[in-house]
């Protein structure tokens, strides 16, 4: 794509969190008979899931008719983040404990997959369970879009990265050095996207419904290709949300992630490789000198099939994933 229509996408499809006011979201909900479900993926988060939920649940439940569900989908937490989530006001369901007939993967697109299957809402907005620093105006933001324009079906929010004592940062690690390239080399339309890794993101159901998901952290991406891929430009829209902080992973911790990108994107590209990949080896190695060892980790790069096709023939998709 020439960069002129790049940034003429940029122009109309970026957005401010602020551009419509919640009594305008509200009134257009209702007349669009709408319902809305906010959902957290959640995995060992008891620090902060519970502020998340109670200051979600004030502003847009208690104080204002916008949101219908506030759920929580806790992905095989040995602490109490479910326990916290349920006292602060979510619906709380063990992701391995939703649809059992088709198994249970850990990560962070199983637990949004399997969130279908609990939830009612043709909207879906889903917000991360870390944040440390950030405003019940992440969820009200990312409706704006799709509330006020039927074509637009995906909205990616993106911010400010607050890192501890760094003040803001770019748009993350894994995102400079594997998410930005790979959209530049593979998807040159969607490289006005300023975030693409972006855990705040709100979808139309009747889209997500209709998409593979990666069940680990190459959802993000896989869901922004496929939307370009099968909706087209337009329907993707983004917002600025302001300023964002959240707990950092270790640097040795974003290996997988990448490779998972890394293979998301070789499927999307229609390598028969990735295709065929239900893990990948990750090798990385520890200590220093002659004390260095290699350490070996096997990365899930498994996608779930579309909800619609399992709701259309339940019992031969349960025989194809067992």
């Given amino acids: 794509m020439e960069a002129s229509l790049v940034d003429d996408w940029t122009r109309r499809r970026t957005h401010h969190w602020n551009d419509v006011s919640l009594d305008e979201l509200v009134e257009r909900k209702q ?8 959902v957290v993926p959640a995995r060992n988060e008891e620090p902060t899931v519970g502020d998340v ?3 979600l649940r004030h502003d ?13 989908m806790d992905s095989d937490s040995t602490d109490r983040t479910g326990a916290v989530a349920t006292v602060a006001g979510a619906t709380v369901h063990r992701t391995r404990d939703v649809r059992p007939d088709l198994g249970s993967f850990r990560g962070k697109g199983e637990a949004m997959w399997k969130s279908m299957f609990v939830t009612t809402g043709d909207v879906i907005v889903f917000v991360d369970a870390d944040l440390t620093e950030w ?4 969820v009200s933001g990312l409706l704006g879009p799709l509330l006020r324009d039927p074509e637009v079906a995906l909205v990616k929010g993106y911010y400010d990265r607050i890192m501890l004592d760094a003040g803001p940062t770019d748009g993350g690690r894994v995102t400079e050095l594997v998410a930005r390239p790979l959209l530049a080399s593979r998807w040159p339309d969607l490289c006005g996207v300023v975030q693409p890794l972006a855990g705040e993101w709100a979808i139309r159901r009747n889209l997500f ?6 069940v680990g952290y190459g959802v993000e991406i896989g869901t922004l290709v496929d939307t370009y891929r099968t909706r087209g430009l337009d329907a993707i829209a983004q917002v600025d949300l302001g300023r964002r902080g959240h707990v950092h992973q270790p640097l040795a911790d974003l290996g997988p992630m990448a490779v998972e990108l890394l293979t998301i994107a070789d499927r999307r590209a229609g390598l028969t490789a990735a295709a065929e990949a239900s893990s990948v080896t990750l090798r990385q190695f520890e200590g220093s000198g002659a004390d260095r060892t290699p350490r070996d980790r096997e990365v899930s790069v498994v996608e779930r099939p ?10 031969a998709v349960a025989e194809e994933v067992g």
Avoid at 62 to 70: I, K, M, N, Y
Avoid at 135 to 138: E, K, L, N, S, Y
Avoid at 209 to 214: A, D, G, I, K
Avoid at 306 to 314: F, G
């Fill in 135 to 138: 405003g019940t105006h992440f």
């Fill in 209 to 214: 419904e209709q998409l593979s998901v990666p």
């Fill in 31 to 38: 007349q669009q008979g709408l319902r809305i479900s906010v």
């Fill in 306 to 315: 579309p909800v619609a096709s399992l709701r259309a023939e339940p019992e």
């Fill in 53 to 55: 939920v109670q200051r």
């Fill in 60 to 72: 847009f439940v208690t104080q204002a008719p916008l949101v219908d569900e506030l759920v929580v």
